[in-house]
């Protein structure tokens, strides 16, 4: 009798360690980024083609703008992209280093002007990115950051708890 019992509660135990673990891989940091092509008038832009590449990922996803030019990348992994839309008849434009951070959705409205696709007009200055969508913080921690932490048996959990909001 006493050894079904022990039979149970192992079972019991790894079944629970189980679906713990499958639960924690769930768990994974991703960034998303939002907005509307506009026109030099404020207006949308429909179909405009809106590319975003991680050179250093070998990552490129692109999509069309919307009706209101409206477009939407979701489930990025964090890094530095490049934002690229190009219209006919309008000027390519060109945003580098835009930094998308850990569950930090980012909204970019990128204004088109008129002009031919070979001309590119190029935003090399970094804006604040402000998430507008809801509550969340994210953070970005570098290599040499995490060696330089006093982390107890280097355990990685420890360090996410740094992050703000995080309990």
Known sequence: MRSLSTKCS???SSLAFLLLVSMAF????????????????GAGVTDAKV??????????????????????????PPGTYVLTVEKAGFRKYEQRNLQLLVNQPVTINPALEL?????????????????????SLGSAFG???????????????????LQAGVT
Do not use: M, W
């Open 26 to 41: 769930g768990q994974t940091g991703t960034s998303s980024l939002r907005g509307t092509v506009l026109d030099k008038t």
């Open 10 to 12: 192992l079972l019991i």
């Open 51 to 76: 590319s975003l590449d991680n050179l250093a990922q070998a990552f490129h996803r692109e999509v069309q703008s919307g009706g209101t030019g409206e477009y939407e990348f979701a489930g990025l």
């Open 143 to 161: 290599e040499n950051q995490v060696k330089q932490l006093p982390l107890e048996g280097r355990n990685i959990p420890d360090l996410l708890t």
């Open 115 to 135: 002009g031919t696709t070979s001309q590119v007009v190029e935003v090399s200055a970094t804006a604040v990115a402000l998430n507008t969508v809801d509550a």
